[in-house]
């Protein structure tokens, strides 16, 4: 591979002897014991500098079957072994930064090892382990993970201290719980200025300043902000922080991670602090970003890029705040709009299929209806076409709907016409530990939404026939009046159980 013949080039050794030598270390430290601290030390040095090269080299370590011999050296303990743990910590580290090599780290059973090494008493290892669990946080494949390992018992004592090590925990706690409405989890985030503390280093890090004697990567700072943002209740501390400014910055000057700046200008706009200064900004000269990133062709911005400007610009220009003056007329008004999250998109498409058969007329983003075609360049006006022209809007409830912001703008639109009169809103539960009855309760805006709310059952294949077949019931209610039968079934109230049950109800003719 490229990454070990440039290796080759740089010592002068033959690419066999160096894949020899990969193996050579490997074997060393499967049996460690056999063999001295000088060789454990030159073996994990080779393999440090190995790892340092490219995501590739990292990748054939993880293919050679180092992770486990590595962690299996990282839990040794003893004054001996000191040293070769801070080396093998950093090789992990190392190996932590990608997807592709972190996760299989997991795997491997890298959690608890980096968790008790929070324990040690040589600082060294103590700040490698918290970089190690500050990589692998990042990964959402790994949150559920992370959360039952106990990690965030573990990075308490950590949390407000100034240092390094301290800001990783704040990160730390950013990535699996900044999202997250329950009070313990705000606590966390909002304690001991972590908020403000996450901002004043992204701060830092843009103007190339160091932060506790460091150059950061502004990325995980930007992801940190992005999570955190999704929660109402951190959404004025972050606006008073300053982080507006250092968001705007960073889709200025960092391109490849204005996806995480612009996600979270959308997530502030929700704010009405938030949504103040970002119209303020929207008259200066630097306010032109936005519409830069949100042209079409625009090497430097990628489509999510470009969907977040063209939204928020959407929502700084009050457009979702109320709906046309002018309502189309009823006979325009045929089809039923989808609003969903991309995650939840092949159970959507069965269930828009299964509608399409029973006879409506349905919107989805990228299928369009007889009414309004598929959503085009400019996203946030095709989804405004689409909700005026519906006269019910499915919304299907998931977490990664609740933390988008793109699906909360749609959703504020629905409210609105809702609140006009103008459309009927039905939610699609999709999944099943994540309902208004569930020991993981929605909560936030979508729960304020949704209120009090009747709900469908949609979180397995199996019910998307069931639940198509009683959508289509209900909305001939509003779709076709003209032709309901004397008496159809609706649903009831919830049962004791968290279940839907349904009864008879007589249509009443004027």
């Known amino acids: 591979i490229e990454s070990t013949l440039r290796h080759v080039q740089q010592t002068n050794r033959p690419d066999e002897d160096m894949a020899d030598n990969w193996k050579i270390h490997i074997a060393t430290l499967r049996h460690p014991d056999q063999a001295s ?3 454990l030390e030159a073996a994990l040095k080779d393999l440090l500098d190995l790892s340092k090269q490219d995501e590739s080299a990292r990748l054939r370590l993880a293919q050679e079957g180092a992770l486990a011999p590595l962690i299996a050296v990282a839990a040794r ?3 001996y072994w000191i040293g070769i743990r801070q080396v093998c910590l950093q ?3 190392t190996i932590s930064w990608h997807a592709e090599t972190g996760l299989p780290l997991v795997e491997a059973g890298m959690l608890p090892i980096a968790i008790n090494a929070l324990n040690d008493e040589d600082e060294v290892i103590v700040g490698r382990a918290m970089g190690i669990l500050n990589n692998i946080a990042m990964y959402e494949q790994a949150r559920k993970q992370m959360l039952s390992s106990g990690v965030l018992e573990a990075i308490k004592p950590f949390l407000g201290q100034p240092a390094l090590i301290g800001l990783d ?4 706690v950013a990535y699996l719980v900044g999202r ?5 989890h705000e606590m966390m985030v909002a304690g001991d200025g972590s ?6 280093a992204a701060h830092d890090t843009l103007h190339s300043l160091q932060v506790h004697g460091l150059k950061l990567s502004v990325m995980g700072l930007l992801k940190a902000m992005r999570l955190i943002a999704i929660n109402d209740n951190n959404k004025t501390r972050l606006v008073s922080a300053g982080a507006v400014g250092v968001l705007l910055l960073a889709a200025d000057k960092r391109r490849e991670h204005a996806h995480l700046a612009v996600g979270a200008l959308l997530e502030l706009s929700f704010d009405d602090q938030g949504m103040a200064e970002l119209r303020s900004i929207l008259k200066e000269p630097r306010g032109a970003i936005f519409t830069t990133l949100s042209t079409p062709g625009n090497e430097g911005a990628t489509e999510e890029v470009r969907r977040d400007c063209r939204d928020l610009l959407f929502m700084l220009k009050g457009q979702s705040e109320k709906p046309p003056a002018k309502p189309i007329s009823a006979k325009e008004k045929k089809h039923v709009m989808v609003s969903y999250a991309w995650a939840q998109k092949k159970r959507v498409q069965k269930m828009c299929k299964e509608l399409r058969r029973l006879g409506l007329d349905v919107w989805r983003d990228e299928e369009g209806s007889s009414v309004v075609p598929a959503m085009s360049a400019n996203t946030a006006d095709s989804m405004a076409q689409a909700l005026e022209a519906a006269s019910v809007v499915l919304v299907c409830v998931s977490r990664d709907y609740k933390d988008s912001g793109n699906c909360r703008m749609e959703c504020k639109y629905a409210k609105a016409l809702e609140a006009a009169g103008r459309l009927k809103i039905v939610y699609l539960m999709m999944e099943e530990d994540f ?5 993981t309760a929605i909560g936030g805006w979508l729960r304020l939404y949704m209120e009090d709310a009747l709900w469908y059952q949609c979180w397995d294949d199996e019910l998307v026939e069931e639940a198509a077949g009683k959508v289509t019931r209900v909305l001939e209610e509003r779709l076709k009046p003209s032709k309901l039968p004397a008496s159809f079934p609706i649903l009831s109230r919830l049962t004791s159980d968290g279940r839907l049950c349904r009864r008879r109800s007589v249509v009443l003719s004027n």
């Open 195 to 200: 908020i403000e503390r996450l901002v004043s």
């Open 169 to 172: 925990a704040d990160k730390i």
């Open 37 to 39: 601290r000088t060789r």
């Open 77 to 79: 303990t003893g004054e």
């Open 91 to 93: 090789v992990l580290a």
């Open 435 to 439: 309902t208004t009855t569930s020991e």
């Open 180 to 184: 997250e409405d329950a009070k313990e």
